[in-house]
Nanobody, 118 residues
Framework: QVQLMESGGGQVQTGESLRLSCVAS????????LSWYRQAPGKEREFVSN??????NYADSVKGRFTISLDNALRLGYLEMNMLKPEDTAMYFC?????????????WGRGIQVTVSS
């Protein structure tokens, strides 16, 4: 089994920084891919960033401010968020693909709240 858990969220002021972490627990191997999404109240879940085959991609709204990374052991992923804005306020979710019983599936964390006040 695999469980993903996000941490590092909280409440900050405009311009400050946070680093989100996503840990994959369990013995199932996970791929080198990592994705972050977010969902603000009353809005749909939206793409923030992903790391696919070593290449990082970002939503236009966070480009230049956020950085995604994954540790060499492929168990801990990060989203470094700088110059935070009130519009970054949302629940942030990480996603990984991991193999359980030989089957590759997508797994989501339960989310972590990020609140940016002006």
């Amino acid at each position: 089994q695999v469980q993903l858990m996000e941490s590092g969220g909280g409440q900050v002021q405009t311009g400050e920084s946070l680093r989100l972490s996503c840990v994959a627990s369990g013995d199932a191997p996970c791929t080198r891919d990592l994705s972050w999404y977010r969902q603000a109240p009353g809005k749909e879940r939206e793409f923030v960033s992903n790391l696919v085959s070593g290449r990082s991609n970002y939503a236009d709204s966070v480009k230049g401010r956020f950085t995604i990374s994954l540790d060499n052991a492929l168990r801990l992923g990060y989203l470094e968020m700088n110059m935070l804005k009130p519009e970054d306020t949302a629940m942030y979710f990480c996603q990984r693909h991991c193999a359980v019983d030989g089957r590759l599936s997508g797994y989501w964390g339960r989310g972590i709240q990020v609140t940016v006040s002006s």
